[in-house]
């Protein structure tokens, strides 16, 4: 068995392709590979994000987006907390004990918030994902109950919840509103999607 020497030139010529071949095939294998990694967007969407709530006045509510949702963040006045206990004989869920959406510890009372007079919730309702309207004003008005106190109206198919997203007996909503895992980052910035500090 012979073999037949190669010389330098073609040697120099095996190796530059060889090389080459092994970088193109880098350049192809990185944009397949990084295909499988989340996109920016989809990192960003499952975000926590910060909201400042110093502006924030009783009576008022801010809306933010979180995880492609409508995240309400309300300060309730006084008044409209000490109305929130009145209604628990008429509510389907009072204490937040369903499992549906699991409310978090901190949100299991009459409130449902950390903070009893800054109440956050996610604006989708538990029946078919339809948003509520906001009805704070006291009062008999078309579509709700002549002794209305104040609070959310479905009006996709007549759901009613008070101030706390907790939602009335009777109607089409089985659960109340989803409160999301969040946490006070100072007494004027909110950090929702996370509520435990690294």
């Avoid at 080459?20 to 295909?35: D, H, L, M, N, Y």
Wanted: glycine residues 8%.
């Amino acid at each position: 068995m012979s073999s037949t020497p190669v010389d330098a030139s073609k040697r120099t010529w095996l190796i530059a392709s060889g090389c080459a071949g092994a970088v193109g095939g880098a350049f192809v294998a990185v944009p397949f590979v990084s295909s499988f990694q989340p996109s920016e967007r989809a990192k960003a969407a499952g975000a926590a994000v910060e909201v400042d709530i110093s502006a924030l006045q009783p009576g008022e509510k801010v809306t933010v987006e979180w995880r492609g949702k409508p995240v309400w963040i309300m300060k309730r006045t006084p008044e409209q907390l000490a109305a929130l206990p009145k209604f628990d004989g008429q509510l389907a869920d009072p204490k937040s004990d369903r499992t549906a959406y699991p409310t978090p510890d901190y949100a299991k009372n009459t409130h449902r918030s950390i903070k009893p007079e800054i109440f956050v919730g996610v604006g989708i309702c538990s029946h078919l994902g339809c948003s509520p309207s906001d009805k704070f004003q006291a009062g008999p008005q078309p579509s709700l109950p002549d002794d209305w106190q104040g609070g959310f109206l479905c009006p996709c198919h007549g759901s009613t919840f008070d101030l706390a997203g907790r939602v009335f007996k009777n109607k089409p909503a089985p659960d109340n509103l989803e409160v999301p895992p969040h946490m006070y980052v100072s007494d004027t910035k909110l950090l929702i999607g996370e509520d435990k500090k690294a």
